[in-house]
């Protein structure tokens, strides 16, 4: 009898459950918090093919998520790289709002461990992954920036170290994720961080031609548009009109003086 | 540990049938019926449907969901009864088929069932007693309320003075005017330098805890966790129905609206109306507030926005 | 004095039958928002729309009225386009009754985009209140034109606006009610073309299926409304600049003060509208600030020039009292006490917790009802008194104290509730602003109130009428 109740309840509680699925909150933990709104210092990267290119350049040209790992990881760093792999082809906006940079901690990777990690991704040929490597004290004075830290363990020859995805934006930290798994919903909105940190309006499908400023996401700044002339036309016009309208007559005198109030026309009784 | 087992096995066997079933019907509900109607959850601008599928004929059901319009043209009796119930709303058709509404239909019957146990009552008594004035509007009132007065006295003294008439002292009248100016722009002056450093627009580079993604719609605000941009982002969006938010906790609301103007106005547990802005339809409006007090806030639609305006609300708790 | 023409009687004919009406149209909404009338419950949105409208469209062309039968001391607007704009306004009208009543349309007086073009009623009442406004504008656009090409005839651009008297030039005299009949006719037309570009939009959308902005909308509707309305209050301002010195026995003349105030005045009124769009979070923080700056301003040419003048005209004047001083006088006070409430609102902090309740109601009825209301019906009482008896104190005592504890009254329940959070635009209160409904149910007997002042100045008036056809013949 008592099992019986307890399937019962058991049974509403998933009904719920169903109903109130995906009703888990995302929050910004203490850390994640405190790595927001700093800036990362610019280094030289060489990258996968072996060309140098310097950080800022790369942020410049687009957003970029960044997350630090090393090629022989036997921990979390392939699982996460393929996480992130997977959910930004989800999510959208891959190439057009935001590339992915992998930068490697361990001095001893070299451009050819980057490029043999992207190739175990599958992503050698995707010009949106980035794979770098760096100066050790350039790659330290970033992961200071971050708050990142490693730790080799003489022992194994691995490194110690959280995961971490930070969302960059010409230089900024927007967003940063931290530990492994991240979740889908954690993933998506970061993106729509990325698009602009402020998305002030969206652009439906079919929508209006005219607007009274652009807003571009990106570098935050507001442009007016062809709206806004719509706006001021109404009063520059009225002005307009009345120079036109008061240009034309043929007026006697200018000093003419006003007739004078009849007599007649105060007395009331 | 039968009972621990009888649950995860109950959970096991209910989630899956849940999710694959309950998807694609309750999703239909959320798009298009959920504006209107709760099930157990009580009247909105349509009825509560919680047993619906008892009261009413399944083939009715059916007409009613696919032809609302067609049923009230050839004046079907329900359908003219429910449309003086709901005060002369009618229900729109959303161009739901038939195999649509059977699939609501069985949903609403399995909601219904589910909530065997009646559901306690929303605890809102029938009416409130007026709140206690905020602190803005207490200022606000007492300061009109005075200056009426100051006004009112002027107006009745220089009335009355006409009884003794005499000619005017021109200069002193402007050396006084003069007065008036400095004082009134000295006031204004102050007020402004005052006010305008506490506006409700976020700053730039502020910081959130939290952000909460507002969609308003003719007639409901859908909260989720994710933007919605359109009607059809509805299906893909986890909506969540019953939003709670952490005490004092600064929390971000982007609200927007997917057909005409509506007004995010959120009321506090006090009743007092504490902030509030714009929802359009292609914008996304910052409301940043900070929930100091724990209890149960209201969101009332504060801009015009049709038939349902004002049974147009939704309820957060904070905790 | 001038003998009353014919139009302005027309005009005087106009308002005795719509206010009445749009008064009882008022006191149904507050009666529905008092929990009673249930069975009426349904209509509350279209009256909506429709006292709104009718109430705007009212109290702007009464004021141009009598503006424009002021104006013929000075200056010669054309006969015709007078009859054509009572007959455009006639039709507009009508046009309206009919989307509302039998269209159901009911998008309220703001028709703010798309609402008129998703709000459940059918497709031909939009289209419908589309015409009327397009004749409506296109009608008041002319009326508008002609009283500018009136004065053009006689006073240069500059001589109009009183820029002479600024550099210390007294000569032409201006009066000051060309000078504000210019500045709010230049603002005026600003405030139509607005106008026109919206409803523009609007067929576009209707016919063409374009889409518009929202925001883009609401700014150029807000900049027609906000004008529309000011300007209105400046011709009743204007006429009560001509009419009051000759009951109080002292001239009231431009000056360099009163010339700066009302140039000012022109351009402040163009930018103040922004504060209608505080809650628009997405208007650029700039022109949130201009606007309560420029709102904040604009209250210095209304209280220091206008109002303290007036004060100073009557002051120890050899006053002639009567009805028609004593509705210029009250007026201009409901100017001041709804300027207050104006300002107070539009203070961004403030907005944020009165926008849109009924404090925003409160404001604008506070200097429309007890404002711009009587001083017309104190210009229209002044332009009736050729050869009449004068009223009996007991009459002019009965008509005011009922004006104004009806009126005041009535007031006094919005700005309480405004207070309270109760929200405006309610057909009925939900359980959390329930408490409205009581203020609701006062300030439909407050408004009857005054509805039965109204009614009994309305007799006087036609006494009148009748007095001065006698003494005549």
Same mark, same amino acid.
């Given at each position: ?86 959910? *930004? ?77 930070? *969302? ?98 105060? *007395?009331?009784? | ?12 066997? %209910? ?16 798009? $298009?019926? !959920? ?7 009580? $009247? ?30 050839? $004046? ?77 006295? %002027? ?58 993604? %507002? !969609? ?32 004092? !906790? ?24 504490? !902030? ?44 | ?10 005009? #005087? ?10 008064? /009882? ?12 009338? +249930? ?54 009208? =009508?046009?309206?009754? #009919? ?32 015409? /009327? ?159 309560? #700056? ?37 007026? =201009?006070?409901?100017? /001041? #006490? ?88 309610? +057909? ?14 006062? /300030? ?30």
């Amino acid at each position: 009898m008592r099992a019986a109740h307890a399937v019962i309840v058991a049974w509403l509680l998933s009904g719920i459950a169903c109903v109130c699925s995906g009703a888990t909150p995302a929050s910004i933990s203490r850390d994640e918090a405190r790595v927001a709104e700093r800036m990362l210092p610019d280094a030289e990267l060489r990258l996968a093919d072996g060309r140098l290119m310097r950080l800022s350049a790369l942020w410049r040209e687009r957003p970029l998520l960044l997350t630090l790992f090393y090629r022989h990881c036997a921990g979390t760093c392939m699982p996460s790289l393929l996480l992130i792999r997977d959910a *930004a082809a989800g999510s959208g906006g891959l190439g057009r709002d935001f590339r992915v940079l992998a930068l490697s901690f361990a001095d001893s990777d070299t451009a050819e461990d980057m490029r043999a990690q992207a190739a175990s991704l599958g992503l050698q040929n995707d010009p949106n992954w980035l794979f770098a490597v760096g100066r050790t004290e350039d790659v330290q004075r970033i992961a200071d920036a971050l708050g990142f830290w490693f730790r080799r363990d003489l022992a194994t020859g691995q490194y110690d170290h959280p995961t971490m995805l930070v *969302a960059v934006d010409q230089g900024r930290v927007v967003r940063a994720l931290l530990g492994y798994p991240i979740a889908a919903e954690r993933f998506r909105e970061l993106v729509w961080e990325l698009r602009g940190s402020f998305v002030p309006y969206y652009r439906l499908p079919g929508q209006s031609w005219l607007r009274c400023f652009e807003f571009n996401g990106r570098t935050g700044t507001v442009r007016p548009d062809w709206g806004m002339l719509l706006v001021l036309a109404p009063g520059m016009i009225a002005i307009l009109v009345a120079i036109g309208l008061f240009a034309y007559p043929q007026r006697p005198a200018a000093h003419a003086a006003s007739p004078p109030v009849r007599a007649s026309e105060t *007395a009331v009784r | 540990m039968r009972t621990v087992l009888a649950f995860l096995i109950s959970v096991a066997v %209910v989630s899956p049938v849940c999710a694959a079933e309950d998807e694609a019907a309750s999703t239909l509900f959320q798009q $298009k019926c !959920a504006v209107c109607h709760t099930v157990g959850g009580g $009247k909105r601008v349509g009825p509560d449907l919680r047993g619906v599928t008892d009261r009413r004929e399944t083939d009715w059901l059916v007409r009613w969901i696919t032809h609302p319009d067609q049923m009230l043209t050839d $004046k079907d009796p329900i359908a003219v009864g429910l449309l003086t119930e709901s005060g002369q709303i009618p229900m729109p058709n959303l161009g739901i088929t038939e195999s649509q509404a059977a699939a609501l239909i069985d949903y609403l019957r399995q909601e219904s069932a589910a909530q065997a146990a009646p559901l306690p009552a929303a605890a809102t008594p029938a009416t409130y007693p007026p709140p206690s004035l905020g602190p803005i509007q207490r200022f606000s009132l007492v300061l009109f309320l005075a200056l009426t007065a100051v006004i009112a006295v %002027v107006f009745s003294w220089v009335a009355v003075s006409t009884r003794n008439p005499q000619s005017l002292d021109t200069h002193r009248a402007y050396a006084l005017r003069r007065v008036f100016l400095f004082v009134t722009a000295g006031a204004l002056l102050v007020a402004l330098v005052a006010t305008l450093s506490r506006t409700p627009y976020a700053a730039a580079r502020s910081h959130s805890d939290r952000i909460v993604y %507002v !969609a308003a719609r003719q007639f409901d605000f859908i909260f989720s966790l994710e933007p919605i941009v359109a009607a059809a982002d509805l299906a893909t969006v986890p909506v969540v129905n019953h939003l709670e938010l952490p005490t004092g !906790a600064a929390i971000e609301f982007r609200v927007t609206s997917l057909d005409v103007n509506h007004n995010f106005a959120l009321y506090g547990p006090e009743r007092r109306l504490l !902030a509030q802005t714009q929802a359009m339809p292609g914008y996304v409006n910052r409301l940043r507030v900070r929930l100091t007090t724990p209890g149960r806030y209201e969101v009332l639609c504060l801009e015009y926005c049709g038939a349902g305006h004002h049974l147009m609300r939704t309820e957060l708790t904070v905790k | 004095m001038r003998q009353v023409s014919a139009i302005t009687l027309a005009w #005087i004919a106009v308002v005795a039958l719509l206010f009445p009406i749009l008064i /009882a149209l008022g006191i149904y909404m507050r009666t529905v928002q008092s929990g009673h009338l +249930a069975e009426l419950q349904s209509w509350f949105y279209p009256m909506m729309t429709l006292h709104g409208l009718g109430m705007v469209g009212l109290w702007f062309t009464a004021p141009l009225a009598c503006v424009s039968d002021a104006l013929q001391r000075h200056v010669k607007p054309s006969a015709t386009v007078s009859w054509l704009a009572l007959g455009g306004t006639v039709a507009g009208v =009508l046009l309206l009754l #009919i989307c509302v009543f039998l269209g159901r349309f009911a998008a309220g007086w703001y028709f703010l985009y798309p609402l008129p073009l998703m709000g459940g009623w059918p497709k031909w009442s939009a289209v419908l209140f589309l015409v /009327a406004l397009t004749i409506l504008g296109a009608t008041w656009l002319v009326w508008s034109l002609d009283l500018l090409r009136a004065i053009a005839q006689r006073y240069s651009l500059s001589q109009a606006l009183a820029w002479h008297y600024l550099v210390g030039r007294n000569e032409p005299e201006v009066p000051p009610l060309v000078l504000i009949a210019t500045v709010s006719l230049i603002v005026c037309v600003a405030g139509l073309i607005a106008a026109v570009v919206v409803v523009a939009l609007f067929y576009a959308d209707v016919f063409g299926g374009i889409k518009s902005d929202t925001l883009l909308m609401k700014n150029l509707t807000f900049f027609f409304g906000h004008v529309l309305v000011n300007l209105s209050m400046y011709l009743g301002a204007a006429v009560t600049y001509e009419a009051l010195p000759e009951y109080a026995g002292r001239p009231w003349k431009t000056n360099r003060i009163v010339a700066l105030s009302w140039n000012a005045v022109l351009i402040i009124v163009l930018l103040a509208y922004f504060h209608h769009l505080y809650m628009d979070f997405v208007q650029p923080e700039a022109v949130q600030y201009i606007g309560q #700056i420029a709102s904040y301003v604009s209250s210095i040419p209304a209280a220091v020039v206008t109002i303290f003048g007036a004060l100073m005209l009557v002051y120890r004047s050899p006053m002639r009292w009567g009805l028609a001083p004593a509705l210029f006088l009250a007026g =201009l006070a409901g100017w /001041a #006490i709804g300027g207050v409430g104006a300002v107070i609102d539009s203070t961004i902090t403030v907005n944020a917790v009165l926008h849109n309740t009924l404090w925003v109601p409160a404001h604008f009825h506070t200097y429309f009802l007890m404002g711009l209301v009587l001083l017309t019906l104190a210009y229209f009482y002044h332009r009736t008194q050729t050869g009449a008896q004068p009223e009996t104190r007991a009459s002019r005592w009965m008509i005011m104290a009922l004006m104004f504890v009806g009126g005041y009254g009535f007031l006094l329940m919005f700005y309480l509730a405004g207070a309270l959070s109760v929200p405006r635009r309610y +057909a009925l209160y939900p359980p959390e602003v329930a408490y409205g409904a009581s203020y609701a149910a006062a /300030a439909a007997a407050f408004a009857a109130v005054f509805l039965l002042g109204f009614l009994l100045y309305l007799r006087q008036l036609w006494k009148r009428r009748a007095d001065a056809a006698t003494a005549q013949t």
